[in-house]
Nanobody, 126 residues
Framework: QEQVAESGGGLVQSGGSLRLSCAYS????????IGWFRQAPGKEREGVAC????????YYADSVKGRFTVSRDNRKNMVYLQMNNLKPEDTAVYYC???????????????????WGQGTQVTVSS
């Protein structure tokens, strides 16, 4: 059974950094995509990044491009979201999710994702 669980959220000042972790189990990442999403109060869930397990490529929303970076550690079954130069508008609950990416879409659309973590709060103070 595919499972993902994120951790690493917290409170940080504007301009600071955080690294979120997504622990995955029950599947081989080579055939899956890992998506990072966030949801602020009163807003829809937004896809911020997608990591394609088949080739290690990543795709980012314009709002985080150049500030957020996804990486993987195969030995630990972990995918990370490094967030730099954080802004108050980055405040949200962050989720990682996964789906079997047979066609290599690596989408940031919630529609594609079957398995979700419980979320971790990121708060950026001004």
């Amino acid at each position: 059974q595919e499972q993902v669980a994120e951790s690493g959220g917290g409170l940080v000042q504007s301009g600071g950094s955080l690294r979120l972790s997504c622990a995955y189990s029950g599947f081989t990442l080579d055939y899956y995509a890992i998506g990072w999403f966030r949801q602020a109060p009163g807003k829809e869930r937004e896809g911020v990044a997608c990591f394609k397990g088949s080739d290690g490529s990543s795709y980012y929303a314009d709002s985080v491009k150049g500030r957020f970076t996804v990486s993987r550690d195969n030995r630990k079954n972990m995918v990370y979201l490094q967030m730099n130069n954080l802004k108050p508008e980055d405040t949200a609950v962050y989720y990682c999710a996964t789906f079997q990416d047979i066609k290599g879409y690596c989408s940031r659309d919630v529609y594609y994702y079957d398995y979700w973590g419980q979320g971790t709060q990121v708060t950026v103070s001004s």
